[in-house]
């Protein structure tokens, strides 16, 4: 079960109707229990429907390898389609493996490798999202502050 801030459950509440946002968070969350797997790093999923048209969540992972951010894009793609019946619109950067995005539409998915994380800085930039406090089963997610 996710849990998150009164805040967060407050602005969902007011801002979405939950039956449109339920396939999202499903998805988001499959794609962040995919990367935590694959035992990627840094695991954080924002919501920022409240601030940009582009999706509903980011979700935001390390690789400490390209051949790990391979791995950890290859299980998303593989749970997303399976236990979400989805396929991503786009994907980008798979062959060089320092960013891999998968755009689902609804949810973009970033599998970085460090240098490239700390340098793009997604959480400083979307700083004002809501962080997903997110479920006790992915171990390497780093603890969130309500």
């Not at 801002?15 to 499959?30: D, F, I, T, V, Y």
């Not at 920022?48 to 935001?60: G, H, N, R, T």
């Not at 390390?62 to 236990?83: P, Y």
Request: negative net charge.
């Amino acid at each position: 079960m996710l849990l998150m801030s009164s805040d967060t459950q407050q602005n969902n509440s007011h801002h979405r109707n939950s039956a449109l946002q339920e396939p999202s968070l499903q998805l988001a969350l499959c794609l962040a229990q995919a990367a935590a797997d694959r035992k990627g790093g840094e695991l954080v999923v924002l919501d920022v429907a409240e601030m940009s048209y582009l999706a509903d969540y980011f979700v935001i992972v390390s690789g400490f390898s390209r051949t790990q951010t391979r791995a950890i894009a290859e299980s998303m793609l593989e749970v997303a389609q399976h236990d979400c019946d989805r396929l991503p619109r786009r994907q980008e950067g798979k062959a060089e493996g320092s960013w891999i995005l998968l755009d689902y539409g609804d949810v973009i998915a970033h599998v970085f490798m460090p240098e490239q994380r700390e340098f793009y800085d997604l959480e400083a930039f979307w700083g004002h999202a809501d962080q997903l406090e997110l479920p006790s089963l992915l171990p390497n997610s780093p603890p969130t502050h309500p």
